[in-house]
């Protein structure tokens, strides 16, 4: 399988966006901008399904930069929240939540 990275923000040059950008093959990073400003969720949508991605995840829920405009365009076939919260977004449109029992009690 590959590992797509879409990337919801522009390069700072941090170490972080470095390693991170490192993490994929060549060609599989794409730097979009910011949601709503630098491409339409429906644009984003319609990438994301060009690019034939199966399983897509978010990592910000409902925090600041979150793309659940996207997600509600049903744009991968199985999506997947994890990490922007402690519980789920209520967002009948997500089909997973991955968390543990630390972030998420019992």
Known sequence: FDVVLLALSHDDNSEWWQR??????????????KLGKD???????QLTNQLGVHILVTLNGWTSGHQ?????????PL???YMGSHDSTGATFMQLFVSDRVASPP
């Open 68 to 76: 659940l405009d996207m997600f509600a365009l049903r744009p991968a």
């Open 20 to 33: 991170t950008k490192a993490m994929v093959p060549k060609g599989n990073f794409h730097e979009l901008g």
């Open 39 to 45: 491409i339409s969720a429906a644009a984003l949508a």
């Open 79 to 81: 999506q997947v929240e």
